[in-house]
């Protein structure tokens, strides 16, 4: 069965950085895309980036491009999540979730897609 993992949220002041991480297991999967998502108290879940394990491309919200880089290691079963330049409105709850792509199939960082979901973790930018 797989699962998914995320870890490497915390604390940080603005401007600062965090770098996330998704660990899956129970699957492989070379044929996958592996999407962020990020929920506020309150608000809807937005999709941050995704990234295809097939050929590593990637795909940015606009409120995180420049700042935000989504990177594989599929030996280790891993996606990282490097986020630079931290503003307190990236504080949220951030979620992993895998999607299985087409041949040829571009992620999207549209939820409906993806399961299973990890559990989440919290990201807060504070002074």
């Known amino acids: 069965q797989l699962q998914l993992v995320e870890s490497g949220g915390g604390l940080v002041q603005p401007g600062g950085s965090l770098r996330l991480s998704c660990a899956w297991s129970?699957?492989?999967?070379?044929?996958?895309?592996i999407g962020w998502f990020r929920q506020a108290p309150g608000e809807k879940r937005e999709g941050v980036s995704c990234?295809?394990?097939?050929?590593?491309?990637?795909n940015y919200a606009d409120s995180v491009k420049g700042r935000f880089t989504a990177s594989r290691d599929n030996d280790k079963n891993i996606v990282y999540l490097q986020m630079n330049s931290l503003k307190f409105e990236d504080s949220a709850v951030y979620y992993c979730?895998?999607?299985?792509?087409?041949?040829?199939?571009?992620?999207?960082?549209?939820?409906?897609?993806?399961?299973?979901w990890g559990q989440g973790t919290q990201v807060t930018v504070s002074s």
């Open positions: 979730a895998a999607m299985l792509l087409l041949p040829s199939e571009m992620c999207t960082r549209v939820p409906a897609p993806y399961g299973p």
């Open positions: 129970g699957r492989n999967l070379d044929s996958y895309a």
């Open positions: 990234i295809s394990l097939q050929d590593a491309h990637t």
